[in-house]
């Protein structure tokens, strides 16, 4: 009906019929009813309504029927839907709405309540308009508005009237959009009135639309101010001549965040989240299927060459393969006695002798990967609870309520013996010459002896070695405690927090308390990056705090009061931008006392925070007592817009800035605890990592090179992994066989807060160097390139999610440049030359850490899904796709408990265009390239439902990665009789019940994510308007609307005579004539016959 011009010829009736000498009520009424139903739904009609003077005739009908409150409701009606077009309630307020509306608006009554509340509904709207706000300062309504509200509050002990509380409080809500309007707030004490309302019925349901609301208004009437820094721009820099010199910083204050434009933007007609999303998408078929040309001159692949000796050194030279940096330096640091082997979630960790290799270990098919799939046996591990924040410390000899043993640690040194700042984060110098007694490293070295657990793939003396070698622009001198110790995950995965009704709305009203109520607020800055001074604060009973040491990120810390503490992370270096991860040191503690600690510079709309997940503490104290590392802990988590913001000149418009907040009750007193935002995973681990995996090799069977991509900008190696199985002999067949094996590339960790692909590459790395069947079987057929660490420097500087030129690197894939993004630029390199030899990899994947869903997808690249989705035709002549790009995801899907089929897209969008995914997919012709997103939260499906990820669960993932790999082999049609039969041997079967596993592994039916999948996002328990847009008001209002339409029509409850009864009864009984214009369209004339609202319910 809308789209053939029914809101015009609807608007054009009202217009007729009101220009008459005595206007039709008969007629009038239904008429506006239907229009206010048509206005619900057209997002023009508030222009419509403008342009043919509708408006003007509304507000003149209004006028004349205020002593008619029954006319005047539908006036009101579609005023309200007219207005909201911001531009439609500009007008307007020019023309006296606003006036109009204050005369129905009165003080408490039981009288006209609906009058009241429809008034109230139409003048929030108007308020929407800057120049109405404007005009509502000017002429002292903010005032009123608040005693009005405070009369209605007064006399509503029931919340009987909480919808016109509501309607009045948006309109509050809407004028301290405005800096003049935020002031005539304060003047008016709005900020204590609403306070001390808000507190009053916080806990009350019936009054929940009046407190949301009221929450809302507190937080728009907050006067805005901008982050406590010298400058947004990162704490640190890198010299960059290629980047433009930054402005010098300059003091902001609160006109800096006024717009003081006349400009109305009518975002009611700006298309929603969907169909921008839509828009996004690529649908050019040419831009989607063509291949484009090299970014470089052919002659330079020839140096990738080097990155693949396997393809063309002899046997003899595979015996010993070279690895990077595997000197004796690292040799005299190194624990020879004992090197570990590869270890997974649910399997025994067991030693190896470094110094002697012999027949490989075999481990029967039980222990298999594959077989524990194929019999159902998952990696569940039991939910463990956070330990209680009061735990001592176990005595020697016991298993600590983490369930380690912990026999055979020692109990603590005595503190006077030893330096406690230095050993919970030592410096790297003093690890460098041999020890003296009495000096730091030699209290290491016991320490050690004393108290350290043997960890797979770690060895502080090797890290230490490893630390003096990572390059920054910063020079730390310091490394993390939790780094070079290691960690040991807790016995079970941790379940999500289960989040506290009203704990948002309690820590807004906080927030405010600090303005409105300050005798407690200390306000003292405890540590900053910016004033090195305050590194040194001492107060007694104030938290020590210390961030500068590899992957660390911790720019300010502000005492609010004696147990609360405002805390800000760097921003990426080179940039102004990307506050998100955090990783920082605490010591002077309490113990079960909980601190509150805030980080008030984040920059995301939402986050996993506000659904069960919690920050990463690692107690120094608990590590020494051998007890599990890194854990999930905090309570009271939130995630909320608050007052900061930042004047963004350069991209118009303000910044706004979000807080995270979380309680934490420490372990112990006078502990060295620290804190992260997820389980960190520095450049200098993995390189330790890699040293201690080449050395637990068997390189009689295992080939495992340990290369260097490039140098990046920081001057650190960007490591380059290569694996495979070692030729069975050296005759001409086995080695040609070892030299044509397909190639499988994985990448990870561009982006450096996303911690979590480390863990999953990690993960991958060691299933594939095991002696689990499936991994022999992998080595055997295949070569594994792998880049586990695309960004070495961000990780390094404890950026979030760019390279030290402050760039994006997963957006430099189209046109990257070998001076500028090293890293990108060879990687791209490397994929070009073996697709130009012919070694085209089978699947690409890159690993990322995702902040906003749960669970673990893949992202993928499809032409005729991406069409799809968009709306466009698919059946274009000659468009031929490769349809396999979905089995890789099918299979994950049936395999790993993480996983799930239903989150995974297959679309290209144009935002996309320059990332990894699309860029090999489109230039290399790569059709399984994926990006494999996993939560930095946790799962909400399967046996890890309700938990969240830990380190286990995350090497997990990149172990049944693996794993999908093969059976992706076994089921194309390119698989070997010889690797068939010898999966189906693993199965314990023929190759009739390998057909069978491999169906219900990629079975499009049946599994476990075949429905589809509720929104991964579901509204907190309390709505709080984290967009500020002013649009959640009206998306709760329309629908009440369209209800009371409805119920006016259908019920007519009104208690004003018999005379109004009828004139609400519907037109088929009252037999009266229509006007010419409904009486010419058929369409119209059906409409009002067959009830006004017939088409609509």
């Known amino acids: 009906m809308i789209s053939k011009g029914g809101s015009e010829a609807l608007l054009r009736v009202l217009v007729d019929t009101a220009r008459t000498p005595d206007p039709d009520y008969d007629v009038l009424l239904p008429l506006l009813r239907l229009l206010a139903k048509v206005g619900l739904r057209d997002k023009k009609f508030g222009q419509k309504a403008l342009d043919l003077e509708a408006l003007d005739v509304t507000l003149i009908l209004a006028r004349k029927s205020l ?24 007008m307007l307020g020019i023309n006296g709405a606003m006036e109009l509306l204050f005369k129905v608006i009165t003080p408490y009554s039981r009288r006209h309540t609906r009058i009241v509340r429809a008034a109230t509904e139409v003048l929030a709207a108007l308020l929407k308009s800057k120049s109405n706000s404007r005009r509502a300062v000017n002429r002292g309504y903010v005032a009123s508005l608040l005693r009005l509200h405070q009369d209605w509050y007064s006399h509503d002990a029931d919340h009987t009237y909480v919808t016109i509380r509501r309607g009045l409080l948006l309109c509050l809500k809407h004028i301290a959009t405005l800096r003049s309007g935020r002031e005539a707030f304060l003047a008016a004490q709005g900020l204590e009135t609403l306070l001390g309302m808000a507190q009053c019925c916080l806990d009350q349901e019936s009054a929940e639309p009046a407190v949301s609301a009221m929450l809302q208004t507190l937080r728009q009437g907050h006067p805005r101010s901008p982050l406590p820094l010298l400058t947004a721009r990162s704490a640190y820099a890198f010299p960059d001549t290629a980047s433009a010199t930054p402005e010098p910083p300059h003091a902001l204050t609160e006109e800096d965040f006024e717009d003081n434009s006349d400009e109305e933007v009518d975002k009611d007609s700006e298309s929603d989240p969907a169909k921008e999303e839509d828009d996004d998408l690529e649908t050019d078929v040419d831009k989607l299927s063509a291949k484009p040309g090299l970014d470089r001159p052919e002659e330079e692949l020839a140096q990738y060459q080097h990155m693949c000796p396997e393809l063309s050194c002899s046997f003899e030279e595979l015996q010993s393969p070279l690895g990077y940096d595997l000197n004796l330096e690292d040799a005299q640091h190194a624990n020879h006695h004992h090197i570990p082997t590869v270890t997974f979630p649910g399997q025994h960790c067991f030693n190896k002798d470094h110094s002697s290799w012999g027949p490989e270990r075999t481990n029967p098919a039980s222990a298999s990967l594959l077989c524990r799939v194929k019999t159902g046996r998952s990696f569940k591990r039991r939910p463990s609870v956070n330990a209680p924040p009061n735990r001592q410390t176990s005595s020697a000899g016991t298993e600590d309520p983490s369930g380690h043993d912990a026999s055979g640690i020692q109990a603590f040194p005595e503190e006077d013996a030893w330096d406690r700042e230095a050993i919970s984060c030592p410096r790297i110098r003093d ?102 001074w305050t590194l040194q604060d001492t107060t007694p009973g104030c938290l020590r705090f210390f ?54 510079n984040g920059e995301k709309l939402n986050s996993q925070f506000n659904y069960g997940m919690q920050p990463t503490l690692y107690s120094v104290k608990e590590a020494l007592l051998g007890r599990a590392g890194w854990i999930r802990t905090g309570e009271e988590i939130c995630y909320y817009k608050n007052h900061y913001c930042q004047h963004a000149t350069a991209a118009g418009g303000t ?18 605890c620290y804190l992260a935002y997820h389980y960190p995973y520095t450049y200098t681990a993995l390189m330790t990592h890699l040293d201690l995996l080449e050395k637990s090799v068997d390189p009689q069977r295992v080939y495992f090179r340990q290369g260097v991509l490039c140098q990046t900008l920081g001057g650190n190696p960007c490591p380059l992994v290569t694996i495979t199985a070692m030729p069975e002999a050296s005759s001409p067949d086995q080695l040609e066989q070892f030299r044509h094996r397909p190639y499988q590339v994985i990448t990870a960790r561009v982006h450096p807060g996303e911690s979590n692909s480390s863990w999953v590459a990690k993960g991958a790395l060691e ?51 070998a001076h500028l993004q090293p890293t990108v630029y060879h990687a791209k390199g490397l994929l070009y030359y073996l697709t130009s030899i012919g070694r085209r ?30 709306g466009c035709a698919v059946g274009a002549p000659g468009l031929v796709e490769d349809v396999s790009y979905r089995t890789l995801p099918r299979i994950l899907d049936k395999l790993a408990p993480a996983f799930t089929m239903s989150s995974c897209s297959f679309s ?48 997990e993932m990149g172990a049944m990665f693996c794993l999908g790999l ?50 991964d996002e579901p509204p907190c328990l309390e709505e709080i308007d984290y967009s500020g847009d002013g649009s959640s008001d009206q998306e709760a209002s329309l629908p009440e609307l369209d209800r009371q339409i409805q119920e006016c029509a259908s019920h007519r409850e009104w208690g004003e005579g018999e005379e109004e009864e009828e004139e609400g009864a519907g037109l088929k009984q009252s037999g009266v004539r229509l006007p010419a214009t409904v009486q010419n369209s058929k369409w119209l004339h059906r409409v009002f016959y067959d009830g006004d609202l017939c088409m609509f319910t």
């Open 67 to 90: 002593a008619h409150s029954y006319h005047l409701l539908h006036y009101l009606w579609v005023l309200r839907v007219s207005a909201s077009s911001v531009t439609t309630a500009a």
């Open 431 to 532: 690890f460098s010459s041999s020890p003296k007694p009495g000096e730091t490293a030699g209290v290491l070295e016991q320490l050690l002896r004393a108290h350290h657990k043997q960890i797979p793939f770690h060895d502080p003396r090797v890290y230490m070695a490893k630390a003096q070698r990572t390059r920054s622009a910063v020079g730390f001198e310091m490394v993390a405690f939790p780094d070079l110790w290691g960690h040991c995950p807790p016995s079970g995965a941790q379940p999500m927090l289960e989040r506290r009704r009203g704990i948002q709305r309690i820590k807004i009203l906080e927030d405010v308390r600090r303005l409105t109520q300050p005798n407690d607020i200390i306000n003292r800055v405890v540590f900053s990056l910016d004033e090195p």
């Open 547 to 600: 961030s500068k040491f590899e992957s660390g990120n911790l720019r300010k810390a502000i005492q609010v009061r004696e147990f609360e503490y405002d805390l800000l992370t760097n921003a990426d270096v080179n940039s102004s931008e990307h506050q998100q991860w955090f990783y920082f040191r605490v010591s002077g503690m309490r113990a079960a006392v909980p601190y509150r600690f805030n980080i008030i």
């Open 655 to 672: 910044k706004h800035y979000y807080t995270l907040t979380f309680s934490i009750t420490f372990p112990h007193s006078d502990d060295d």
């Open 767 to 817: 299933f594939l160097v095991s002696e689990d069947p499936v991994a022999r079987l992998l080595r055997e057929n295949f070569i594994f390139k792998i880049i586990p660490m695309l960004n070495p420097d961000g990780v390094v500087h404890g950026n979030h999610r760019c390279s030290l030129r402050g760039e994006d690197l997963n957006r430099q894939w189209l046109s990257p440049r």
């Open 841 to 870: 990899p089978v699947v690409f994947c890159d690993f990322h850490g995702h902040s906003q869903r749960k669970n673990v997808f893949l992202y993928g690249c499809s032409v005729k899904e991406t069409l799809w989705q968009a």
């Open 908 to 955: 290209v969008e144009k935002s996309r265009a320059s990332t990894a995914r699309v860029v090999v997919w489109r230039e290399m012709g790569v059709a399984r390239s994926y990006t494999m997103e996993t939560s930095y939260c946790g799962c909400t499906q399967g046996p890890y439902q309700g938990l969240q990820f830990g380190t286990s669960e995350l090497q």
């Open 966 to 1015: 093969l059976i992706l082999e076994l089921k194309s049609v390119s698989c070997s009789h010889q690797l068939l039969a010898r999966a189906a041997a693993l199965l314990n079967g023929g190759e009739d019940a390998l057909d069978q596993h491999l169906q219900r592994c990629s079975g499009g039916g049946g599994g476990r994510s075949s429905s589809p999948e509720l929104d």
